[in-house]
């Protein structure tokens, strides 16, 4: 809600799914300030309704948050209320950690909510007041029966590439460091990493770290000592320049020293070709694009990458169709399956390959309502793993494999009336992964993760995971 005095009032929004959050600010305020706080309402929501938002299909790409379905919202709005009291003092944040609010606001579980619309519940015995946990991220007289504690380092790489292959600007890095602690009592934990950022100053760039970091130890020795909260939380993220990695053999150098001009995008695992046409007729128009995706050949073979998603916008609704196929170098994209998706509205289209193993160039599918078109491919290129077991062996390609290419062609037509409202799409956005155990990208490790103040010896699990998105230009 926008106040009185319009004149000297801004609104911060955050759109995730079908739910747009806004806060509005006086002008001037840093609008880091309601943007983190709707990151974190958003955040504490998942936690207060986990089984909903896990089923949900509404995420754009398999990078974008967890949405949380609008339905939802409104049949519980009593407890979003109640945290937003809790969260808000005078408008301003004052709690925004999950463990203190779930202290103080109580979630409805689902037999709760059945046994009071009987009246089985009586509301005479209220429940006890919680006990108030001195740190706000961590709750009090926390029990396990099995202590374990997961890191893992996720590297995202971003940016946006020019129609032949060249970034425009620098493709930027980050990294970030999640943990999942399940650790009995009050632990005190302290996390090195490789490359050190006190003996690499430049290795690191623009660290935020979690409120439970202790800053000074940071600051003087590099380590991140902490006692951590319980449950799912991330503990610090960062960008990394490639001037200054290992990956440009230059690590500890200076930001400034002179690098490669083409700096991360010679890690994007693949490439993409882009063609289109318009064609003018007396009954309408008719516009055909093709997208190819090509495996980078690395010194052991063709790279892999999995979870590819290719997506771009057509204008929902000009009253025009969509038809679309899909083909690999060992399948043609004429002999594959193909299906047509109205325009106007309707459930859009979707269409598949049923190919085996490196055969398969994956699933289109239009969404009408949005005019969104997403390109899934499992696997594109195969790992060194995979490449070695499929040479010694003559049998069926190996589940690690997939195709060095594939290829999406379509043809969007409109009719005369409505061909002025159709828009060519002016990029493409491609989210990608690479498959556990592959090198990372930055070379940021864990060097060692240490335990103290318990008297158990918790299960340690650290792992890393590189993503990407990136808008590609017609």
Same mark, same amino acid.
């Given at each position: 809600?926008?106040?009185?005095?319009?004149?000297?009032?801004?609104?911060?929004?955050?759109?995730?799914?079908?739910?747009?959050?806004?806060?509005?600010?006086?002008?001037?305020?840093?609008?880091?300030?309601?943007?983190?706080?709707?990151?974190?309402?958003?955040?504490?929501?998942?936690?207060?309704?986990? /089984?909903?938002?896990?089923?949900?299909?509404?995420?754009?790409?398999?990078?974008?948050?967890?949405?949380?379905?609008?339905?939802?919202?409104?049949?519980?709005?009593?407890?979003?209320?109640?945290?937003?009291?809790?969260?808000?003092?005078?408008? *301003?944040?004052?709690?925004?950690?999950?463990? &203190?609010?779930?202290?103080?606001?109580?979630?409805?579980?689902? #037999?709760?909510?059945?046994?009071?619309?009987?009246?089985?519940?009586?509301?005479?015995?209220?429940?006890?007041?919680?006990?108030?946990?001195?740190?706000?991220?961590?709750? /009090?007289?926390?029990?396990?029966? *099995?202590?374990?504690?997961?890191?893992?380092?996720?590297?995202?790489?971003?940016?946006?590439?020019?129609?032949?292959?060249?970034?425009?600007?620098?493709?930027?890095?980050?990294?970030?460091?999640?943990?999942?602690?399940?650790?009995?009592?009050?632990?005190?934990?302290?996390?090195?990493?490789?490359?050190?950022?006190?003996?690499?100053?430049?290795?690191?760039?623009?660290? %935020?770290?979690?409120?439970?970091? *202790?800053?000074?130890?940071?600051?003087?020795?590099?380590?991140? &000592?902490?006692?951590?909260?319980?449950?799912?939380?991330?503990?610090?993220?960062?960008?990394?320049?490639? %001037?200054?990695?290992?990956?440009?053999?230059?690590?500890?150098? &200076?930001?400034?020293?002179?690098?490669?001009?083409?700096?991360?995008?010679?890690?994007?695992?693949? =490439?993409?070709?882009?063609?289109?046409?318009?064609?003018?007729?007396?009954?309408?128009?008719? #516009?055909?694009?093709?997208?190819?995706?090509?495996?980078?050949?690395?010194?052991?073979?063709?790279?892999?990458?999995?979870?590819?998603?290719?997506?771009?916008?057509?204008?929902?609704?000009?009253?025009?169709?969509?038809?679309?196929?899909?083909?690999?170098?060992?399948?043609?994209?004429?002999?594959?399956?193909?299906?047509?998706?109205?325009?106007?509205?309707?459930?859009?289209?979707?269409?598949?390959?049923?190919?085996?193993?490196?055969?398969?160039?994956?699933?289109?599918?239009?969404?009408?309502?949005?005019?969104?078109?997403?390109?899934?491919?499992?696997?594109?290129?195969? %790992?060194?793993?995979?490449?070695?077991?499929?040479?010694?062996?003559?049998?069926?390609?190996?589940?690690?494999?997939?195709?060095?290419?594939?290829?999406?062609?379509? =043809?969007?037509?409109?009719?005369? %009336?409505?061909?002025?409202?159709?828009?060519?799409?002016?990029?493409?956005?491609?989210?990608?992964?690479?498959?556990?155990?592959?090198?990372?990208?930055?070379?940021? *490790?864990?060097?060692?993760?240490?335990?103290?103040?318990?008297?158990?010896?918790?299960?340690?699990?650290?792992?890393?995971?590189?993503?990407?998105?990136?808008? #590609?230009?017609?």
């Amino acid at each position: 809600m926008v106040s009185a005095n319009a004149r000297g009032t801004a609104i911060a929004n955050l759109t995730i799914g079908q739910v747009t959050y806004l806060a509005p600010i006086p002008l001037g305020t840093d609008p880091l300030l309601p943007l983190s706080f709707l990151y974190h309402l958003h955040s504490v929501l998942l936690m207060y309704f986990p /089984a909903t938002s896990s089923s949900s299909t509404l995420a754009a790409s398999p990078n974008a948050p967890t949405p949380i379905p609008a339905s939802v919202l409104s049949s519980n709005f009593d407890l979003v209320y109640q945290l937003l009291q809790e969260m808000l003092d005078d408008g *301003r944040p004052l709690t925004v950690e999950y463990n &203190s609010l779930k202290g103080i606001v109580r979630g409805r579980a689902w #037999w709760e909510d059945i046994m009071a619309r009987m009246g089985s519940l009586s509301s005479s015995n209220p429940a006890p007041l919680p006990e108030i946990s001195p740190l706000a991220w961590r709750p /009090a007289q926390v029990r396990y029966s *099995r202590n374990e504690v997961y890191v893992d380092i996720v590297e995202s790489l971003n940016g946006v590439m020019d129609r032949k292959g060249e970034p425009l600007g620098d493709l930027g890095l980050n990294v970030s460091i999640t943990c999942r602690t399940k650790l009995s009592g009050t632990p005190d934990m302290a996390l090195s990493l490789h490359p050190s950022p006190t003996a690499h100053p430049t290795a690191i760039v623009g660290p %935020s770290l979690h409120p439970c970091v *202790r800053t000074r130890r940071w600051t003087r020795e590099g380590i991140l &000592s902490f006692v951590p909260p319980d449950g799912a939380f991330e503990l610090a993220q960062f960008s990394v320049p490639y %001037s200054s990695s290992a990956r440009s053999g230059k690590l500890g150098a &200076s930001a400034s020293s002179s690098s490669n001009a083409t700096g991360w995008s010679k890690d994007v695992p693949f =490439t993409v070709k882009t063609k289109r046409s318009v064609v003018k007729e007396s009954k309408g128009r008719e #516009w055909t694009f093709e997208i190819t995706l090509s495996a980078k050949s690395g010194r052991s073979g063709p790279t892999c990458s999995e979870g590819v998603e290719v997506s771009f916008h057509v204008t929902p609704r000009a009253g025009g169709e969509l038809d679309a196929s899909l083909g690999s170098p060992n399948v043609d994209a004429r002999a594959s399956v193909s299906n047509r998706a109205a325009l106007s509205g309707g459930p859009g289209g979707a269409s598949s390959y049923t190919g085996l193993g490196a055969d398969d160039p994956g699933v289109w599918r239009f969404d009408a309502r949005e005019g969104l078109v997403r390109w899934s491919i499992p696997r594109l290129g195969s %790992s060194p793993s995979s490449s070695s077991a499929a040479s010694s062996s003559t049998a069926a390609p190996s589940a690690g494999a997939g195709p060095t290419e594939v290829t999406l062609k379509g =043809t969007i037509t409109a009719s005369s %009336s409505t061909s002025s409202a159709l828009s060519k799409p002016s990029a493409l956005l491609v989210a990608f992964s690479l498959p556990l155990g592959q090198p990372s990208l930055s070379g940021v *490790r864990v060097a060692s993760l240490h335990i103290t103040g318990v008297d158990y010896k918790p299960f340690k699990g650290v792992r890393g995971a590189t993503r990407g998105r990136i808008e #590609w230009r017609w």
